[in-house]
């Protein structure tokens, strides 16, 4: 016993946990258990019985309308109709007595959800009521809904809305953009069961809507019905993550469990899915909603359970406090020490005392401090290397050699009177330097880095004519995203000087750019003399070094590309910035991998 009396007593963590298991760990798990229990029990237990009610009694409503419009399948024991599709001719009067009957048991029955009643026999020739009768340009037998019936004629079918509507394969007549559902039977002869036809009734898909708008499930869940192939019949509007769920929710065969109900984890908030299959069809009635709104009976429990806890820690508060005074004493100085760290002065360290955890908290604050020193001076050095990589930047934006020959093709161009020559020379170079200063911002869009670009070659083609030609092929829909400005620019510089003026005869530069993944890419390619094994190594090393080295040869040949893409993942991450591919005596690629992102 004393030996636990110590161990509390040295150790301020070991304090703490004992104060708090007597005031509040104990009370706090006994009332949650008891609360969680109870609630858990009766709401789970009333929800999926509530849910399964409802789901039942939509998929009973379904099949009491499918019940109801089927007695019209009872044309196919009506002599005249089984007269009209046994035979190749009939009277006015005959096809009078039947769309008569169709009439006959509309306002018997009362269909407002029927569209059409419709009869074919196996030669083609039918009578429907929006058409009366015709004769079908295909061959009934052809469909495979007719050759099903053929095959099993006491079955009957019932067709889900599909793009196609029946009688886009029977009499020619659509509905437009309505969908609709088919019930078909096949008509047999009397005394021989011969299937002789087939009857058919279209009805409006509305119906479906209208039961599953009027049952809800939650405040914001809702049902949905899915085929025997489970593809959807109808789905309501909803978000684009709930149709993202309807989508990919794989429910259990119905055949071994009618009706069930289970919680679906996503990424988001878990759902509650219950399903049952209709009896009529076969066909599945899924409802789904948050379930948090199933368990919305649970907020008064948890209600308790907070007042509970409330009271547990006013209690254990007080006490605390009375008890615990000595030991906040050194936490308070540790937090003025913290205070005046926090205000700038690095020097506030503390003054430990004892063995606890508050001294080794001391211990480790002063180290903390120490390392806090070592990285503000990396930090600075990092920003002074990231100053002269920027310096090198704008350095590299304005070359003065490039300037002056530029210059003197001018005057070179005045000179010989070739003003068109003299106007372009300038205009392009007018824009290079617009575009290369951006009024100090460091964001454009590729459409403008490609003006850039061009600008530049359209300089350097007039003046090495007779050596370079470029294309500039980026598709539309990729120039609206924001690149970082100068980054084409060094590149095409890269190709034309280090790739094409060593070449014999014309080179061509492409600058180009697709799409893929996450990333937009622009590549930057030459036809000149390419890069050995050796001299690529040596690059694709030399781009992912930090930018240190003064030596100008070094920055004539490297720089460009190791500045781009350092750049490039300074502001976008480590994934994008530059790939170097190259074959001597063919040519060099340049891929730019930026993020398919269009806010800057």
């Known amino acids: 016993m004393m030996r636990i009396k110590r161990w509390i007593t040295s150790s301020l963590r070991a304090k703490l946990l004992a104060l708090f298991i007597v005031l509040s760990t104990i009370p706090l798990i006994t009332v949650g258990l008891i609360s969680y229990q109870k609630s858990y029990r009766s709401i789970s237990s009333h929800s999926k019985a509530s849910s399964m009610l409802q789901a039942d009694m939509l998929g009973m409503s379904i099949d ?3 019940k109801d419009t089927e007695r019209l399948l009872e044309l196919s024991n009506n002599p005249q109709v089984i007269h009209f599709l046994f035979t190749q001719s009939e009277t006015y009067q005959e096809a009078k007595d039947i769309l008569r009957t169709f009439s006959l048991y509309r306002d018997t029955y009362k269909y407002e959800d029927v569209l059409n009643i419709s009869l074919i026999n196996l030669y083609g020739k039918g009578i429907s009521e929006r058409r009366g009768i015709f004769q079908s340009n295909m061959n009934p037998l052809r469909n495979p809904h007719f050759q099903t019936l053929a095959m099993n004629p006491d079955i009957i079918l019932r067709i889900p809305p599909s793009p196609f509507s029946t009688y886009d394969r029977v009499d020619g007549f659509t509905y437009g953009n309505q969908g609709i559902i088919s019930i078909m039977a096949a008509v047999k002869q009397q005394i021989t069961h011969e299937v002789i036809g087939y009857v058919i009734v279209d009805l409006k898909d509305s119906f479906i809507k209208e039961f ?23 789905v309501p509007p909803v978000s684009k993550p709930d149709s993202a769920l ?7 065969d119905p055949q071994l469990k009618r009706s069930d109900s289970f919680v679906l984890q996503t990424a988001g908030a878990p759902r509650f899915i219950v399903h049952t299959s209709s009896l009529a069809t076969g066909w599945t009635i899924i409802g789904m909603a948050p379930l948090q709104e199933i368990v919305a009976e649970a907020n008064r429990i948890r209600q308790l359970i907070i007042v509970s806890v409330v009271l ?3 209690f254990a508060i007080t006490l605390n406090y009375l008890l615990t005074m000595r030991l906040t004493r050194p936490i308070q100085q540790l937090q003025h020490k913290m205070r005046l760290t926090a205000s700038g002065y690095l020097e506030a360290k503390v003054k430990p005392e004892g063995n606890d955890e508050i001294a080794d908290l001391g211990q480790s604050y002063n180290i903390m401090l120490e390392q806090i020193k ?6 600075i050095r990092e920003q002074q290397q990231l100053q002269k990589a920027e310096l090198r930047t704008l350095q590299a934006q304005i070359n003065p050699h490039f300037l002056y020959n530029t210059l003197d093709s001018i005057i070179w161009m005045a000179e010989a009177g070739k003003s068109d020559g003299v106007i372009r020379l300038v205009k392009a170079l007018s824009d290079f330097f617009r575009l290369s200063l951006n009024k100090g911002r460091d964001w454009v869009q590729i459409r403008t880095e490609l003006a850039h670009a061009q600008s530049y070659l359209i300089i350097q083609q007039m003046r090495y004519r007779d050596i370079l030609e470029y294309r500039i092929e980026v598709a539309d829909e990729l120039q609206d995203y924001p690149i970082l400005n100068m980054t084409l620019q060094p590149l095409v510089e890269n190709a034309l000087y280090h790739g094409i003026k060593n070449k014999r005869g014309k080179g061509m530069i492409t600058v180009s750019g697709y799409p893929e993944d996450h990333f937009v890419v622009l ?11 050796e001299r690529l190594a040596l690059l694709r090393k030399q781009i992912e070094l930090p930018i240190q080295s003064e030596d100008a040869d070094t920055a ?19 994934e994008y910035g530059i790939r170097l591919d190259s074959s001597e005596g063919t040519g060099t690629q340049i891929r730019v991998y930026i993020p398919k992102n269009r806010g800057d």
């Open 64 to 66: 009491n309308l499918f």
């Open 212 to 234: 599953c708008d009027s049952v809800t499930i939650g405040k914001t869940g809702f049902f949905y019905l899915l085929d025997q192939q489970g593809n959807p019949i109808y």
């Open 246 to 252: 309807v989508h990919s929710t794989r429910i259990p």
């Open 312 to 314: 547990s820690i006013i």
């Open 374 to 379: 070592v990285l503000l001076e990396r930090s």
């Open 523 to 533: 590549t930057v390619s030459d036809n000149g003399i390419g890069i050995s094994e």
């Open 556 to 574: 004539r040949s490297g720089f460009g590309l190791q500045n781009v893409h350092q750049r490039l993942q300074l502001y976008f991450g480590k």
